[in-house]
């Protein structure tokens, strides 16, 4: 009666949104300021100002036509020169309006990047563990093999690893950094390593193997290093942005993909994203976002809260003796359980009404997920219980 693949997809439980909704009905229960729930990617820190007297600007002197009419599929052509323009002054590139395709925020660039580019149900896309969950839905979803691909004990690429599992078949390898959820940014002779073996691997199967760089977190970074910029290093690189998360606007959908000139065959790839953004009905990017974004296009992320519960948060954890990689960027920590099994250490922490992930979903389940982009109030309140959780394994 209905597609068995959509069936098994949508029966997939979130386990992050899981955990939210069991945050939410305990804090009907107990109020919301007994809960420290760490589940959700939402950020804490308001959208800048600039956003706000943009929307009011624009609302305020425009016609309500110019803001809420259906723009071409790509996006505004004066909103995608924006983005290009920003592109081109950060990372010395020469990108147009043609290089840019405004999407509704990551998933939705990410989802029309591989039915853009999937050609039949043996191709394969290689993931690295750990990774974002959704990255399983949308690829089985839109028909290729999911092939996961374990990191290096430090959670950074594992090029060996990757080398051994790259074949005929291989259509791209995703790479997500800053990362969700280890917050690790792959340095650069780890990505050296990366472009070294795609160039190889392309040359040997005589076909093009794509890096898909998934980079919602690439502002929200706390450290000198910056996340290498792909398309500079590998031609066939294709950018999944979103503003979700460096301008705190997630529920708004708005995001974008690049497409550098210098892919092969970048026409044609600029053109089946058009055509696959319009097999998944997205029509175009939200209108008044386009229009935010035109004119916020240069306006920075303020970091500063998820700056502070970093520094706090990673301070205390290891000197009571846990185990996680200091997040360079993103906001979220990936804490190893004393005993290596992160759903005990989430139920654990549920007894202290603290909300974390478990590691299983991201593919590692000797850990546990938390996110940082909360009140630090609630950063503070966890240090104690943290210390109590750690007291329970020495028992
Ligand atoms: N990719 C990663 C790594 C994420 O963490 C998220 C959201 O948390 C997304 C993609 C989806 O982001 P968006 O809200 O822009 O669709």
Not at 287 to 292: C, E, I, K, N, P
Request: charge should be negative; charged fraction near 25%.
């Amino acid at each position: 009666m209905v597609s068995k693949k959509m069936l098994d997809l949508g029966k997939i439980r979130s386990g992050i949104r899981d955990i939210y909704e069991y945050g939410n009905k305990l804090s009907e229960k107990i109020g919301a300021e007994n809960v420290l729930d760490f589940s959700l990617g939402n950020p804490s820190t308001p959208a800048p100002r600039e956003v706000g007297n943009t929307i009011k600007h624009i609302v305020s002197e425009l016609s309500p036509k110019e803001y809420n009419s259906y723009t071409s599929a790509p996006g505004d052509r004066d909103t995608r020169l924006a983005v290009a323009r920003n592109l081109n002054t950060r990372f010395s590139t020469d990108y147009d309006e043609n290089n840019i395709f405004l999407t509704c925020g990551a998933a939705a660039s990410l989802n029309i990047i591989f039915k853009a580019v999937i050609e039949c149900e043996n191709d394969e896309i290689i993931v690295n563990t750990p990774f974002f969950p959704d990255y399983k839905v949308f690829i089985e979803g839109q028909g290729a093999k999911f092939v996961l691909v374990k990191c290096s004990e430090d959670l950074t690429l594992d090029t060996d690893e990757l080398e051994k599992n790259i074949n005929f078949n291989t259509k791209a390898v995703l790479v997500n950094s800053p990362n969700n959820p280890s917050g690790v940014i792959y340095p650069k002779e780890n990505i050296d390593a990366l472009v070294d073996l795609l160039n190889r691997k392309q040359k040997e199967y005589g076909h093009p193997i794509f890096l898909i760089s998934d980079e919602p977190y690439r502002e929200v970074v706390f450290v000198e290093e910056s996340p290498e910029f792909l398309p500079n290093l590998y031609d066939n690189t294709l950018v999944a942005y979103s503003w979700s998360k460096s301008l705190s606007l997630p529920g708004e959908r708005i995001g974008y993909i690049l497409v550098p000139t210098n892919a092969t065959d970048y026409t044609d790839i600029y053109a089946a994203i058009s055509g696959a953004a319009r097999v998944l009905g997205y029509v175009c990017a939200p209108s008044l976002f386009q229009r935010v974004i035109k004119d916020c296009i240069d306006v920075k992320p303020n970091i500063e809260v998820y700056q502070r519960n970093r520094n706090l948060l990673y301070t205390a954890l290891i000197e009571m003796g846990y185990t996680l990689p200091n997040p360079k960027g993103a906001f979220y920590m990936f804490i190893k359980s004393p005993n290596n099994d992160g759903k005990d250490f989430c139920e654990r922490a549920k007894k202290y009404n603290m909300l974390l992930v478990p590691g299983e979903g991201f593919g590692m389940k000797e850990y546990a997920r938390l996110s940082f982009c909360v009140d630090t109030e609630k950063i503070e309140k966890s240090i104690s219980i943290f210390k109590e959780l750690m007291s329970e394994y020495d028992l």
